[in-house]
């Protein structure tokens, strides 16, 4: 059997990084509970239909619109009460992410965290609700607003650009992106903040009716989506442009109808639902749910850990830094890790945020130049159109020295296009790594236009 939408991956290897791959990202731990959060959510009026009527906010209301899920299996013993505080987080906001980011609303979820850069495009129409032209996230908020207003934080954005503050308060990470790219970059996060991870997809190759829903646990001896991979597996759609240029990111668009995809959205709310209340628990860890509805056929799989996994199971140690990116150059980051890790002989690396020491143009002009792929690029001296950043000048990690050399010392990291709550590695000689989570970056946000 061929899956030709998530058999394989392409996602960068950040720790051994010798390529020039292109793919940015963050991650962290700790739960938060849906009444602390700020109701962030808003609705644009210009396309809100008035006949769905005034979205409720009042808390008896909503706990009498619930009131019957209590009575329903997963949500015994009082769990749902747990489900009412849970938080999810949703990568994808399309064919599967949507769906089930409406049905999380609307069975009562704490909040729903939501992350996809696309906007809604026609060929969309048929399997995916909200207007076209507007971004998938906030089509997807709008509607949840309609159902319980404030339970959505959107990003439009690439899950590498997340807030790793804003990913560890999730109670489950759930890939519904489509990207097979994404494997690496979403297990490594999960393992490393210690958040479950579901992965919900389908069979984009129009062939059959069919897909599946893998889970990764966090206990020690739980597989995660990396266990069955070999390296060949990380590498087998890792094309590339001519040089110099980004990878080959264009995938190909998934032939997949809105009845799979529903069918897929359920099963993944299901599991999510039992990792948050606990209930049920020993279906969904290690597990995969194949749902073939082409031939009519349910097969519940065992996922086997690897002791020789490419992912290597870790689990990170953070420290949170108080440190907004708005308000923090190179140089004063610098100085706060110094003062922590009790050492001036260290080089940081931002997580998933590459710094390039060079752009180039499409008329051939080079500029030396720092940033990373989220920064904005200067514009060609030579032609006047914006410059690219160059990933084969991506630096490793980068010392007080460099940076003086870059002549970045001074420079924000909001500048260099560091998200809020963006994690840092920081290596030093004779010593293991450190991570450092910059604050930041819980509230909706349209953090700049992603590279994809
Ligand atoms: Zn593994
Ligand atoms: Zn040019």
């Avoid at 069975?107 to 076209?132: A, F, L, M």
């Amino acid at each position: 059997m061929t899956w030709p939408c998530f058999s394989t991956a392409n996602a960068r290897d950040s720790d051994t990084k010798e390529s020039v791959a292109s793919e940015p990202s963050a991650g962290a731990a700790c739960r938060r509970p849906g009444s602390d959060v700020p109701a962030e959510s808003f609705v644009p009026e210009s396309f809100v239909p008035e006949s769905f009527g005034p979205a409720s906010v009042d808390p008896a209301l909503e706990a009498e619109q619930v009131g019957r899920l209590h009575q329903t299996v997963t949500f015994r013993d009082g769990r749902i009460e747990r489900w009412r505080e849970g938080v999810l987080g949703i990568v994808g906001a399309g064919l599967i992410g949507g769906r089930l980011a409406r049905e999380a609303v609307l069975s009562g979820i704490g909040q729903v965290r939501i992350w996809d850069p696309d906007k809604t495009e026609p060929t969309n129409r048929t399997t995916q609700y909200g207007q076209v032209g507007v971004p998938k996230v906030d089509n997807v908020r709008a509607d949840c607003d309609r159902i319980r207003l404030g339970h959505v934080l959107s990003f439009q954005t690439t899950i590498q650009h997340a807030s790793i503050e804003t990913l560890a308060q999730c109670d489950v990470l759930i890939d519904c992106s489509d990207d097979p790219r994404l494997v690496w970059t979403l297990t490594e996060l999960s393992n490393g903040l210690g958040v479950p991870l579901l992965r919900a997809a389908v069979d984009g190759s129009g062939q059959m009716e069919l897909g599946r829903v893998s889970s990764s646990g966090t206990l020690p001896d739980a597989a995660c989506q990396l266990c069955s991979f070999s390296l060949d597996d990380l590498l087998k759609h890792r094309t590339r442009k001519a040089c110099p240029g980004p990878w080959a990111t264009q995938l190909a668009p998934t032939q997949a109808g809105g009845a799979i995809g529903g069918a897929i959205a359920s099963i993944a709310l299901l599991q999510a639902q039992r990792l948050v209340t606990g209930n049920d628990t020993l279906l969904v860890p290690n597990t995969e749910v194949l749902l073939d509805l082409t031939n009519m056929r349910l097969i519940h799989l065992k996922l086997e850990r690897s002791v020789e996994c490419l992912s290597g199971h870790r689990r990170w140690t953070l420290t949170r830094l108080n440190a907004p990116v708005e308000q923090t150059s190179v140089s004063e980051l610098m100085a706060i890790i110094e003062r922590d890790v009790g050492t001036p002989d260290l080089a940081i690396s931002f997580y998933q945020h590459p710094l390039s020491l060079q752009a180039f143009c499409s008329c051939g002009a080079t500029l030396d130049a720092p940033g990373t792929p989220w920064a904005e690029p200067p514009v060609c001296g030579a032609c006047g159109t914006a410059m690219e950043w160059l990933q084969e000048t991506e630096l490793g990690s980068l010392s007080a020295a460099r940076a003086a050399e870059l002549n970045i010392l001074h420079v924000g990291l909001d500048r260099l296009g560091i998200p809020a709550g963006a994690m840092v590695v920081v290596c030093m000689p004779n010593r293991p790594d450190r991570r450092f989570v910059l604050s930041g970056g819980e509230s909706s946000s349209n953090p700049g236009v992603p590279r994809v």
